[in-house]
């Protein structure tokens, strides 16, 4: 069995980023259901904003969970809380105030959450830093979110206690603490992704520099143990990848990337397995597995560089944003099949 970095620091990660997902479908249900119940026109058009970008966040968290490539399951208590929320969502139990109320208590946990997960991330190792980079983008704004829906429960809350509308400079406070916390962090947001998807030129280009990461900690590393850890991360990252693009990518780009240079990305691909298993009968204490790795790096290299370049260049010619953005779906949703599959071998590998 392949020695991979699934240990307890990254396993509990990935079932925070679990968490995540299901926090995030909630939130985007609930959003639906309020644009359906609001009768006040400025705050269904904020809902509506934030809708759209919890939408977006929603692809951005996919994309993180396959880039980081450990599939978990959100812990229970997180799965039966959900549950309780989405019953009051649905009933009556809750007045209009209240249910908002209690979704600005999810955007919070939310921010919580992604917060929690980058500062984790900076104690595991520099390949999870670049898997989870994009989730900066979804910190942002449901910071932004928060105190959009401050602005609102005060607003609905008056209405409430009172029967009168709230002062309206409340809108303007709200909007400056927008502007100012846009303000502070708006190039990280639009510099991570402002759109509604990757394209699949994004989607390879992260995984490309994921490996490269753990390639470098790996040769930097003089610990046996973690040298072969990495390895076995490197040799998971890169078979999830290879497969996806052989079932999803290759096929579709063959046409106009040409038979010849599409055939020879598969067969490039097909010569890793042997190779990883060459140097898994070598010692990690030994000089010969780096110099070995070394060796294959070098051709594993010039096939990223090939991609980046010719192929992602026929890509860009011959393939619509819309349709590249699909691509991207489509190799995210192939490479989870792929390291939900592995991750069950492994489980029944360790229990023989």
Not at 276 to 287: C, H, Q, W, Y
């Amino acid at each position: 069995m392949v020695a991979t970095l699934d240990d307890t620091k990254r396993n509990a990660i990935a079932v925070k980023l679990a968490d995540m997902k299901l926090l995030q479908q909630l939130i985007i249900d609930n959003e639906e259901r309020f644009l359906r119940e609001c009768s006040d026109g400025e705050i269904a058009n904020n809902l509506r904003k934030m809708l759209d970008d919890d939408r977006k966040n929603q692809g951005i968290l996919d994309t993180v969970v396959v880039q980081y490539g450990i599939q978990k399951n959100a812990e229970s208590t997180v799965q039966e809380m959900v549950a309780k929320v989405r019953k009051l969502m649905q009933g009556n139990e809750l007045s209009f105030f209240e249910k908002v109320f209690q979704h600005e208590l999810l955007k919070h946990q939310q921010v919580m959450n992604g917060i929690t997960i980058h500062k984790a991330a900076q104690k595991v190792g520099a390949d999870v830093m670049a898997a989870i980079g994009p989730l900066n983008t979804i910190n942002f704004e449901n910071r932004a979110h928060q105190e959009q829906l401050k602005g609102s429960l005060e607003i609905l809350g008056v209405r409430e206690l009172t029967g009168q509308d709230a002062d309206q400079g409340i809108w303007a406070r709200v909007q400056d603490a927008i502007a100012a916390i846009s303000g502070a962090v708006g190039s990280a947001v639009t510099q991570t992704s402002d759109k509604q998807d990757m394209n699949i030129q994004d989607v390879l280009r992260m995984d490309h520099n994921k490996v490269n990461i753990l390639f470098t900690e790996l040769m930097q590393s003089n610990d046996p143990q973690k040298i072969q850890e990495y390895f076995g991360q490197i040799y998971k990252d890169l078979s999830a990848h290879a497969g996806a693009e052989e079932e999803v990518v290759y096929p579709r780009v063959r046409p106009f990337y040409g038979e010849a240079n599409t055939q020879e990305l598969y067969d490039e691909q097909a010569r890793w397995g042997p190779w990883f298993e060459e140097l898994r009968g070598i010692s990690p204490a030994t000089p010969q597995f780096k110099d070995r790795l070394r060796q294959i790096w070098d051709q594993i290299g010039d096939h990223i560089r090939q991609e980046e370049s010719t192929m992602f260049a026929a890509i860009r010619n011959n393939m619509s944003s819309r349709e590249s953005e699909e691509l991207a779906r489509q190799f995210k949703a192939a490479k989870s099949r792929i390291q939900e599959r592995m991750g069950g071998e492994t489980r029944t590998e360790a229990a023989v």
